[in-house]
């Protein structure tokens, strides 16, 4: 998938909202790494939705820990 649609009002969704709260504009990001990321590995022959890699190659590629 090239792209993927995003509601410009998605930091008013509570469950975002809360999620910004408990883990600041680093989580947000985090979240949207995420998003980004799973969307890059869907295709017509692959809606699996998950990721290849794992919670410490995404912490090292994204810098959190």
Same mark, same amino acid.
């Given at each position: @998938? #090239?792209? /993927?649609? =995003?509601?410009? $009002?998605? +930091?008013?969704?509570?469950?975002?909202? #809360?999620?910004?709260?408990? *883990?600041? @504009? %680093?989580? *947000?990001?985090? *979240?949207? *790494?995420? !998003?980004?990321? !799973?969307?890059?590995?869907?295709? !017509?022959?692959?809606?699996? /939705? %998950?990721?290849?890699?794992?919670? %410490? &190659? &995404? +912490? =090292? $590629? +994204?810098? &959190?820990?």
């Amino acid at each position: @998938m #090239k792209w /993927f649609k =995003h509601d410009t $009002d998605a +930091s008013r969704d509570t469950k975002l909202k #809360k999620l910004q709260m408990r *883990y600041g @504009m %680093e989580g *947000y990001g985090l *979240y949207w *790494y995420l !998003i980004e990321r !799973i969307a890059n590995n869907v295709e !017509i022959h692959n809606l699996t /939705f %998950e990721l290849e890699d794992d919670a %410490e &190659i &995404i +912490s =090292h $590629d +994204s810098g &959190i820990h």
